[in-house]
């Protein structure tokens, strides 16, 4: 038995090595990952900085040298046998392990249609250098998906002055994670800057110039790029027998059911309180989990308790949302001068918050909402809706009632 290896070297692989250490653990660690860089963030790709790619490290060798991390780049884990304990990398070695997180993130969707391979990914550095390469002034991107990755490069696009089209089967973009009325809010943003949406209506073939749509007509495109969603990447898992379903299926604290395997991240479903399991795509969801994983490899035993939230930027308005906003909910909305303010209650209680605004002006708001969520409050919905009540005063009565 040897350390604890990581596979997977994206957000929540990164963060899970260094948080092994910040948890005291004095074993070897080993983070083996299959792309070729410094382990770097994602958000960037879709929002580039003066028209160019972004790679933004997560951070420099130096700190993985300093913390002890044994980073492995450019290596697939390819066979695990949980049962000895050992996994076997694509170049032939095989790693013995006390404890092992899985950390495999997602992969891209592929559209099923015909001319699908002349279809762009958009999920690694390489995609999105592939793409912003390929999509110069003058060219017609087709963008096929309105979900908030598609949504975040159309923005970036327009931004550069190129011609962009999304194709969405839902009669609306953004419709599976954002709330309604801030969901309709970017929509009109987006045709505000010329975005042309093609809405309900599927693909039926891609060719050299252009995306076919299902009733035939026909989307001009020199540029098409898939981002219908992400699938987890279970493969390691599925082989080596581990439970999964829409992920690495795993307990209340992200342990798999092989013994001494973990997973966290996007690869991973994790069991509710409720029943069920669910998978988490997001930047903080990847970290608070490699967080979680990493203190119980340690030999903590602490349940994934913490309140989802994710963010998404598209031209000059930013988009918070905390916790899982259900159309269900209790709606209770507040104006604010720089954007909107939505909270959701369930039964009274504050379940959930999202604000958009320009830029980053709502960024103080969600996070006390996301305190009053993390603090079961049951507020007034009206004295909520007044934006003259400091939700840092409810908080504090909050907390001393
Ligand atoms: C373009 C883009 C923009 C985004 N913007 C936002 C945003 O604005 N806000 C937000 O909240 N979230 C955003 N996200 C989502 C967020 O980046 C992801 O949820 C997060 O990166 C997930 O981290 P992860 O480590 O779980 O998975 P990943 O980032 O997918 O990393 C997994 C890594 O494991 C590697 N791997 C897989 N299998 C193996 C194997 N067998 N052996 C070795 N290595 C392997 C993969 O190559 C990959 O590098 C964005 C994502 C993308 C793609």
Same mark, same amino acid.
């Given at each position: 038995?040897?350390?604890?290896?990581?596979?997977? +070297? =994206?957000?929540?692989?990164?963060?899970?090595?260094? &948080?092994?250490?910040?948890? *005291?653990?004095? @074993?070897? #660690? /080993? !983070?083996?990952?299959?792309?070729?860089?410094?382990?770097?963030?994602?958000?960037?790709?879709?929002?580039?900085?003066?028209?160019?790619?972004?790679?933004?490290?997560?951070?420099?060798?130096?700190?993985?040298?300093? +913390? =002890?991390?044994?980073?492995?780049?450019?290596?697939? &884990?390819?066979?695990?046998? *949980?049962?000895? @304990?050992? #996994? /076997? !990398?694509?170049?032939?070695?095989?790693?013995?392990?006390?404890?092992?997180?899985?950390?495999?993130?997602?992969?891209?969707?592929?559209?099923?249609?015909?001319?699908?391979?002349?279809?762009?990914?958009?999920?690694?550095?390489?995609?999105?250098?592939?793409?912003?390469?390929? &999509?110069?002034?003058?060219?017609?991107?087709?963008?096929?998906?309105?979900?908030?990755?598609?949504?975040?490069l159309a923005a970036a696009l327009r931004g550069k002055g190129i011609a962009v089209s999304i194709v969405e089967a839902a009669p609306?973009?953004?419709?599976?994670?954002?709330?309604?009325?801030?969901?309709?809010?970017?929509?009109?943003?987006?045709?505000?800057?010329g975005v042309h949406f093609h809405l309900g209506q599927g693909v039926a073939e891609i060719t050299d110039n252009a995306v076919v749509?299902?009733?035939?007509?026909?989307?001009?495109?020199?540029?098409?790029?898939?981002?219908?969603?992400?699938?987890?990447?279970?493969?390691?898992?599925?082989?080596?027998?581990?439970?999964?379903?829409?992920?690495?299926?795993?307990?209340?604290?992200?342990?798999?059911?092989?013994?001494?395997?973990?997973?966290?991240?996007?690869?991973?479903?994790?069991?509710?309180?409720?029943?069920?399991?669910?998978?988490?795509?997001?930047?903080?969801?990847?970290?608070?989990?490699?967080?979680?994983?990493?203190?119980?490899?340690?030999?903590a035993n602490d349940p994934f308790t913490a309140i989802h939230w994710f963010w998404s930027d598209q031209y000059d308005l930013g988009?918070?949302?905390?916790?899982?906003?259900?159309?269900?909910?209790?709606?209770?909305?507040?104006?604010?001068?720089?954007?909107?303010?939505?909270?959701?209650?369930?039964?009274?209680?504050?379940?959930?918050?999202?604000?958009?605004?320009?830029?980053?002006?709502?960024?103080?708001?969600?996070?006390?909402?996301?305190?009053?969520?993390?603090?079961?409050?049951?507020?007034?919905?009206?004295?909520?809706?007044?934006?003259?009540?400091?939700?840092?005063?409810?908080?504090?009565?909050?907390?001393?009632?």
């Amino acid at each position: 038995m040897d350390g604890i290896v990581i596979i997977g +070297a =994206g957000e929540c692989g990164t963060r899970a090595a260094f &948080a092994l250490r910040e948890a *005291a653990y004095s @074993g070897s #660690v /080993t !983070l083996v990952g299959a792309e070729p860089h410094l382990p770097y963030e994602r958000p960037p790709l879709s929002k580039p900085v003066d028209g160019a790619v972004q790679m933004k490290p997560i951070c420099a060798a130096e700190a993985l040298e300093a +913390a =002890g991390i044994d980073y492995l780049p450019g290596l697939s &884990a390819s066979k695990l046998y *949980a049962d000895a @304990g050992t #996994v /076997t !990398l694509s170049d032939g070695r095989v790693l013995s392990y006390e404890k092992l997180l899985l950390a495999t993130g997602a992969r891209p969707r592929r559209i099923a249609c015909v001319g699908a391979e002349l279809a762009l990914d958009f999920r690694t550095h390489a995609d999105a250098k592939m793409v912003f390469s390929r &999509a110069e002034v003058g060219k017609r991107v087709a963008i096929i998906g309105g979900g908030l990755i598609g949504m975040e490069l159309a923005a970036a696009l327009r931004g550069k002055g190129i011609a962009v089209s999304i194709v969405e089967a839902a009669p609306k973009p953004l419709g599976r994670a954002v709330p309604e009325r801030f969901a309709a809010t970017l929509h009109a943003k987006h045709l505000d800057e010329g975005v042309h949406f093609h809405l309900g209506q599927g693909v039926a073939e891609i060719t050299d110039n252009a995306v076919v749509l299902a009733d035939g007509s026909e989307v001009p495109a020199d540029v098409v790029v898939a981002a219908i969603g992400v699938l987890p990447d279970i493969a390691l898992a599925e082989a080596a027998g581990l439970a999964t379903g829409n992920g690495v299926l795993t307990d209340g604290f992200l342990r798999t059911s092989a013994p001494d395997v973990f997973a966290a991240g996007d690869c991973a479903a994790v069991a509710q309180p409720g029943g069920g399991h669910v998978r988490f795509e997001s930047w903080r969801n990847a970290r608070t989990q490699a967080e979680t994983a990493a203190r119980n490899m340690a030999g903590a035993n602490d349940p994934f308790t913490a309140i989802h939230w994710f963010w998404s930027d598209q031209y000059d308005l930013g988009l918070q949302v905390a916790g899982l906003p259900q159309p269900a909910h209790q709606s209770v909305l507040r104006s604010l001068g720089g954007g909107e303010l939505e909270f959701y209650l369930d039964d009274g209680r504050l379940v959930a918050a999202a604000g958009l605004g320009i830029g980053n002006s709502l960024a103080k708001e969600i996070k006390l909402a996301e305190m009053l969520i993390a603090a079961g409050v049951s507020p007034d919905p009206v004295a909520l809706a007044d934006p003259g009540l400091n939700l840092k005063t409810l908080l504090k009565s909050a907390r001393a009632a």
